[in-house]
């Protein structure tokens, strides 16, 4: 699994137009999900997410983690992380996992980060999405297990 990780204030996302998902503050988390990930994957991912240290403290160091400030997680789908662009100019997405395996596995890490407490949205597994994103910092973690 790969994600990208942003520290963000208000973010939202629309599919056709309808607003599906918005939070105030907080996380926007794009996942990506190999063939060869699993449950334990997800559940590293989720740990790893609900730890993560990247808000700042009253001393203006990052020492606090998503549940300290009281933050959301909008988790997206992004098969496009396991695109690979070494051999030519068109991305080839092998190492992504087919929905069918991929689905199941986003929807059991968004529930393993609700099981650390976390208030969680989701963007819509295959749609295509419209994100509207005000990044906070900026800070950009990318994370792979």
């Known amino acids: ?16 137009g309808r607003l599906i998902s918005e939070i105030d503050f907080g996380l926007a988390v794009y996942l990506g999900i190999s063939v060869e990930d699993d449950v334990r994957n997800a ?19 990052m020492n606090l983690a998503l549940k300290d400030v009281g933050g959301s997680v909008l988790l997206i789908s992004q098969f496009t992380l396991y695109g690979d662009c070494s051999h030519g100019n068109r991305p080839s997405f092998i190492a992504a996992a087919r929905p069918e395996k991929a689905k199941p596995l986003f929807e059991y ?33 990318i994370y792979e297990c």
């Open 109 to 141: 890490t968004a529930d393993c980060l609700k099981g650390y407490g976390l208030s969680v949205k989701t963007g819509v597994f295959g749609a295509d999405m419209k994100i509207e994103q005000y990044n906070d910092g900026p800070v950009t973690i």
């Open 1 to 16: 699994m790969k994600a990208v990780i942003q520290r963000v204030r208000k973010t939202s996302l629309k599919v056709d």
């Open 43 to 61: 559940e590293q991912m989720a740990k790893k997410i609900s730890q993560l240290r990247i808000f700042e403290d009253s001393a203006g160091k």
